[in-house]
């Protein structure tokens, strides 16, 4: 159930909204003025707020920016019944969500309520899309994926892949041999046979090993490739994904000196 605070220092506007509001089913918690306000914010979190814009000791507007420091994302809607328009101008710029005029007319309060729910729900998805992007980005420069053909040349190079090393997909892909993405220690045909040979025979080919990069910087990783069949389970490639642990290098010789001492 959404929680709605209202901050108003008329009775009457109070019960007539609070009144309203839960038969729209909304828990409704209200305020003679706005340190009560304030104080019923912290306490109760709720997902939208009415303040009055003329109260006595603190107005609608040390409210708005009280409540904006507090929490930034939080909608607040300013009721009035005066007001230029550069007051409303002025509150707008100061995060307020709507404005209201008294006497509050009862379609346009549902509309602005619907309006400002719909507004943070559409918020709320954002910041998850959001936070579901920053994953997949964090992710994409710890790991990387590609697909090889069955001489070890690469069919497919994806995005981790190029944030890591620092080729792209048109330097790569169908040009290079899976083995060439290997250090100096490791850029030999016999690891590139071997890991060939195991998944032949089924397995999956786990090891540590040093890749370099474009730039020919080296970097520690967990290589793990497995076999990659097409729609009729037929071998046709290397499904080869690739870790960069040198975070995880670095924190296991820290750990390692500060024990030695």
């Known amino acids: 159930m959404k929680k709605i605070l209202i901050i108003d220092d008329e009775p009457k506007i109070r019960k007539t909204m609070k009144k309203y509001l839960e038969m729209a089913d909304f828990q409704v918690f209200t305020a003679a003025n706005g340190s009560e306000g304030i104080e019923t914010f912290l306490e109760e979190r709720p997902d939208l707020v009415f303040s009055d814009l003329k109260m006595p000791e603190m107005s609608g507007e040390a409210v708005l920016k009280e409540l904006k ?71 994409a420069t710890t790991f990387y994926i590609c697909t090889c053909d069955l001489n070890g040349k690469i069919m497919s190079w994806n995005k981790g892949a190029e944030l890591i090393t620092g080729y792209s997909k048109k330097e790569i892909v169908d040009k290079i041999h899976f083995s060439k993405m290997f250090a100096a220690d490791n850029e030999s045909t016999s690891l590139a046979d071997e890991i060939i040979n195991t998944i032949f025979k089924g397995r999956v080919f786990d090891a540590e090993i ?29 499904l080869v994904i690739v ?19």
Do not use: W, Y
């Not at 019944?81 to 709507?98: I, Q, R, W």
């Not at 998850?128 to 980005?137: P, Q, T």
């Not at 080296?218 to 290397?238: Q, R, V």
């Not at 870790?243 to 030695?260: G, L, T």
């Open 210 to 238: 040093n890749f370099k990069k474009k730039n020919n910087s080296i970097f520690p990783a967990c290589l793990s490739a497995s076999k990659l069949d097409d729609e009729n389970g037929n071998l046709i490639g290397l």
């Open 243 to 261: 870790r960069d642990i040198s975070e995880k290098k670095a924190a296991d010789e820290k750990a390692q000196k500060s024990a030695a001492r």
């Open 69 to 139: 420091a507090i929490d930034p994302d939080i909608d607040v809607i300013i009721i009035t019944s005066h007001g230029t328009l550069e007051d409303a101008v002025n509150l707008m710029k100061l995060g307020a969500t709507d404005i209201l005029l008294k006497p509050v007319d009862i379609d346009l309060f549902e509309i602005v309520v619907e309006r400002a729910l719909k507004k943070q729900q559409l918020r709320r998805s954002k910041n998850r899309a959001d936070m579901f992007n920053h994953a997949i980005f964090k992710a």
